[in-house]
T-cell receptor
């Protein structure tokens, strides 16, 4: 069974631009979560989707948004990029409706904002 | 809100020896899961071991085991017979009722030959 895939793997943008990252969960997984990883802040939760509904959102500005499609694939969008948005963005999928289940992570998208 | 604290930013161990990574957490929930994830230099996060809070018995996965002390809110990871491939960042994570994982800052473990 294929793992969580994220595209693109690497991305370079300039301040003020917007970016869309994509995540395909493991087949059969309906929950998708997004995390931002930086050296200073560590791993921070962005949002979680299940069956196209956002169930929880982290403490990030409105420039960060996401959505989930009927096939469980998810995208996150960051508008008006700032230097501080440079990070590794990790997507994770989970089988169950419960938050207690193991999350399987993708390889991440490395975003660099110049 | 939950918090997870890993007090050891870096640790090192000799190959074949045993090492213990510490983690404490704070929560008001009674039912939750705790996880240890490993992130090697390749950056892919991999689950090492998980523990259900309602289970008294400590989880074990081959060379990896935990010491779960619910009253003390402590969840340490013991790695036995350390191997070079164990070199990675290790994250302790809390999974509660709000559909997210809360991670500690991580412990960078280096296994020396």
């Amino acid at each position: 069974k294929a793992g969580v895939t994220q595209t693109p793997r690497y991305l370079i943008k300039t301040r003020g631009q917007q970016v869309t990252l994509s995540c395909s969960p493991i087949s059969g997984h309906r929950s998708v979560s997004w995390y931002q990883q930086t050296p200073g802040q560590g791993l921070q939760f962005l949002f979680e989707y299940f069956s196209e509904t956002q169930r929880n959102k982290g403490n990030f500005p409105g420039r960060f948004s996401g959505r989930q499609f009927s096939n469980s694939r998810s995208e996150m969008n960051v508008s008006t990029l700032e230097l501080g948005d440079s990070a590794l963005y990790l997507c994770a999928s989970s089988l169950s409706t419960s938050s207690y289940n193991e999350q399987f992570f993708g390889p991440g998208t490395r975003l660099t904002v110049l | 809100a939950q918090t997870v604290t890993q007090s050891q930013p870096e640790m090192s161990v000799q190959e074949a020896e045993t090492v213990t990574l510490s983690c404490t957490y704070d929560t008001s929930e009674s039912n939750y899961y705790l996880f240890w994830y490993k992130q090697p230099p390749s950056r892919q996060m991999i689950l090492v071991i998980r523990q259900e809070a309602y289970k008294q018995q400590n989880a074990t996965e081959n060379r990896f085991s935990v010491n779960f002390q619910k009253a003390a809110k402590s969840f340490s990871l013991k790695i036995s017979d350390s191997q070079l491939g164990d070199t990675a960042m290790y994250f302790c994570a809390f999974g509660g009722s709000n559909y997210k994982l809360t991670f500690g800052k991580g412990t960078l473990l280096t296994v020396n030959p």
